[in-house]
């Protein structure tokens, strides 16, 4: 059974500048699934200091739900509100890294119940992402004796 502080979601646990969300964004992996699409960057364990080091040891949440998919406040808060429920329950088994989901059109009119089914969807394929590996696949390429690259 899982304790409670497990269960937490901290401060720490959430994105939030711009730029941790831009560079989710261009340099993460994207998933989709209707109505969400995720974008994940695995952590890097080589961070700066010590403090974005431990910040980047965890999974965590960033939630864009744009006013032109949904204006009214209210959906977009209840999006928003399944979403951190839904990645707090799991967010100790997925990848460390930075997740940032965007809401789709068809968030503003599913059911509670639709939405966290497509979440459970999109952590299950979350889990099954591969950790880029910190080792090249492709050996170097050597240079023969009078300097080109053979």
């Known amino acids: 059974m899982t304790s409670v502080a497990s269960l937490a979601f901290p401060g720490e646990a959430r994105l939030r500048t711009p730029r941790q969300f831009q560079t989710a964004f261009s340099q993460g992996r994207?998933?989709?699934?209707?109505?969400?699409?995720?974008?994940?960057?695995?952590?890097?364990?080589?961070?700066?200091?010590a403090k974005a080091a431990?910040?980047?040891?965890?999974?965590?949440?960033?939630?864009?739900?744009?006013?032109?998919?949904?204006?009214?406040?209210?959906?977009?808060?209840?999006i928003k509100r399944v979403v951190r429920e839904s990645?707090?329950?799991?967010r100790m088994q997925l990848p460390q890294g930075d997740y940032v989901l965007l809401?789709?059109?068809?968030?503003?009119t599913a059911a509670p119940?639709?939405?966290?089914?497509?979440l459970s969807t999109l952590w299950q394929r979350a889990l099954a992402l591969k950790q880029s590996s910190a080792t090249p696949t492709m050996p170097p390429a050597r240079a023969s004796t009078s300097g080109e690259i053979l």
């Not at 209707?34 to 952590?43: G, S």
């Open 87 to 90: 990645f707090r329950h799991i």
């Open 113 to 118: 119940q639709a939405l966290r089914e497509a």
């Open 30 to 49: 994207r998933i989709s699934t209707p109505p969400f699409r995720l974008h994940f960057l695995p952590a890097d364990p080589q961070a700066g200091h």
């Open 54 to 78: 431990t910040e980047r040891m965890m999974s965590r949440l960033g939630i864009s739900v744009p006013k032109r998919i949904a204006s009214d406040a209210v959906v977009r808060n209840r």
């Open 103 to 108: 809401a789709q059109r068809e968030a503003a």
